[in-house]
């Protein structure tokens, strides 16, 4: 199994395969809505904001779903994406 991380500051990005189905996190967020789902044995990237990051505003880490098409948009995650699709 194929373990590929990515890492900031207060962030962690890994490419994981989906047991359930789940919605991808980008519907809402522009300028990349998205209206797909990850299904049962593809992968995506779970996304983790832990607190300091910019983009959690609690104490608790912010999670997101983040689907291989949407991932190709994103500075990091698009090398995620890219192993995902090798
Ligand atoms: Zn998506």
Known sequence: MTTTVYREHCYTARLVTARKRHRCSIRDHYPYPCLSAVQPG???VR???F???DAVGGTRPVVHVVCVNCAV???GLDRLAAEAQS
């Open 73 to 75: 948009n994103y500075i």
């Open 51 to 53: 607190p300091g990051h």
């Open 42 to 44: 593809e992968q995506y």
């Open 47 to 49: 996304s983790v904001a």
